[in-house]
């Protein structure tokens, strides 16, 4: 007699075997739902800018991933052991030691957020006339930047400006630019290299081991600094495992501290690699730097045991740093980005590849080929994802580059995308699919799309807060 039959699963079926969270749901959160007339209405009033929306309007939240993490129990229960001592909170030496232990840096400051720690450096180290070259633009990091009297200079490779390209590192620098800009203008004049670890503009693209290596080879010929904008990191340090020749069978949390190992120092914002809803630092090995970097924030963040934290917020963020580098953490998260980017590449619709580590990029440029950059394409895309869902994404491209500040003119990006960033530990595989039909269904419309004007413009970041019309 023959044995009765036991019905395969899915898996089984097919000989797969997929990939779970390492968590689960233990406080839920609603989402309200809105019609298509409410959401007329509302971005209207937003002036089409996604910012301006209020989160009650928004079904499935992709504007950021900054600050919008769930955080842990583990990291919940941190928040009551906060110690609110104006000076030497125990959380502060709490925190200080996990960014020694896991980021191996020196020295730390506190500050309320990743751009209060851009300030502080860029004040420090920088002098009008510098030049600091970076691996691809990040919007506050220039600011900063450009406010001390720097000029940024964009040194990444080729590859990043290219959406299709699937180099495994866009994030690299190209050394023979590097090279170039310190025989124009002298080493004296670069005061440090900015590189950011997983590049957010360039679609979330890591940096390999071995091009921090060799930059940091260059930089030491020349005795310049060499700091990482480490917000990213963790990811950064996973796509190494899984790309790079000797490194897959490294935790992902060795692999980062050689990384960070390889640099000076690096600003943070702890909103998210972290995931923790606000907070920052900076951290050096230079003891002179530390010290002007002590002195200088409590006049602009506070006494440099807080920096602009409660108590309680550093507490869930030193927890935080240790559960950013589980191996099993960073490829659910980074799993998770590259389930929605690959149904969309799936059925065509034009992303950033390969995929990132934080969010999916769409390319609006391709999406919308008959809208003039001008007319903020990109802008226009995040408009009518709303409108079709609820969806709220993030425009990155000509209104997030600003003007350029000595010819007062628009800077025309070669990337005009709309980032879907995904919170960590937040939504479902259900909710990727919602996203990436409601993505789909914007597509199928989109030689109907008509582009925008800007008729309000704030002086610095005006990606957070400009007003447009239909035009
Ligand atoms: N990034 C993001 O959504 C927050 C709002 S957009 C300015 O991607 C990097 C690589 C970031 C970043 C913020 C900051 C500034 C520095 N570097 O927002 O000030 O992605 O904590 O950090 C946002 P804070």
Redesign the pocket.
């Known amino acids: 007699m023959s044995e009765p039959m036991i019905p395969k699963t899915m898996g089984q079926q097919f000989g797969r075997r997929s990939w779970a969270e390492p968590w689960k749901i233990k406080i839920v959160e609603p989402i309200h739902m809105t019609s298509s007339a409410e959401r007329q209405r509302a971005i209207a009033e937003a002036g089409y800018n996604t910012f301006l929306l209020r989160s009650e309007d928004v079904t499935i939240d992709l504007?950021?991933?900054?600050?919008t993490g769930a955080m842990s129990d583990r990291q919940l229960a941190g928040l009551m052991l906060g110690d609110e001592a104006y000076a030497g909170s125990r959380n502060f030496y709490h925190l200080e030691e996990a960014v020694r232990t896991y980021y191996g840096y020196k020295y730390m400051v506190p500050t309320?957020?990743?751009?209060?720690?851009?300030h502080l450096i860029s004040q420090i180290v920088i002098k009008p006339g510098d030049f600091i070259p970076g691996n691809m633009y990040?919007?506050?990091?220039r600011l900063h930047q450009e406010l001390a009297g720097g000029t940024f200079v964009d040194v990444i490779i080729d590859e990043a400006h290219d959406p299709i390209s699937e180099h495994p590192f866009k994030g690299n620098v190209d050394l023979d630019k590097l090279q170039a800009l310190i025989d124009k203008v002298g080493a004296e004049k670069i005061p440090y290299v900015s590189l950011?670890g997983?590049?957010?503009?360039a679609g979330g693209q890591p940096v390999s081991m071995a091009n921090v290596k060799a930059l940091r080879r260059l930089c030491d010929r020349y005795g310049i600094r060499l700091y990482l904008?480490a917000?990213?990191m963790a990811e950064n340090a996973y796509f190494i495992q899984e790309r790079e020749e000797g490194y897959a069978d490294k935790p992902v949390a060795e692999i980062f501290k050689e990384f960070c190992d390889t640099t000076d120092g690096a600003?943070?914002?702890?909103?998210?690699d972290s995931m923790v809803s606000?907070?920052?630092w900076l951290a050096v090995n230079d003891e002179e730097i530390f010290d002007k970097a002590r002195n200088m924030v409590v006049v602009y963040e506070g006494l440099h045991t807080y920096g602009g934290m409660a108590g309680r917020d550093m507490e869930a963020l030193a927890i935080g740093i240790e559960e950013s580098l589980h191996d099993d953490h960073l490829r659910a998260r980074i799993g998770q980005v590259r389930y929605l980017g690959e149904l969309l590449s799936d059925w065509g619709i034009p992303i950033v590849r390969p995929v990132g580590g934080?969010?999916v990029f769409l390319d609006a440029r391709r999406i919308y080929p008959h809208i003039p950059q001008d007319q903020f394409p990109a802008q226009t895309l995040t408009a009518e994802l709303y409108l079709d869902s609820g969806l709220r994404a993030?425009e990155r491209g000509i209104v997030?580059a600003g003007r350029d500040p000595k010819t007062g003119e628009h800077r025309h990006p070669k990337l005009e995308l709309v980032?879907l960033?995904i919170p960590r530990r937040v939504y479902t595989q259900a909710h990727m699919d919602v996203t990436a039909e409601s993505v789909k269904a914007v597509y199928d419309m989109r030689e109907q799309m008509r582009g925008l004007k800007m008729v309000y413009e704030p002086a610095y970041?005006r990606?957070?807060q400009a007003r447009f019309a239909r035009l």
């Not at 997983?198 to 503009?201: I, R």
């Open positions: 504007l950021t991933d900054s600050g309320h957020q990743g751009r209060g720690a851009e990040f919007t506050t990091t950011a997983t590049v957010n503009m904008d917000t990213r600003w943070m914002s702890a909103k998210k606000i907070g920052g934080h969010a993030m997030s980032r960033a970041l990606f957070f």
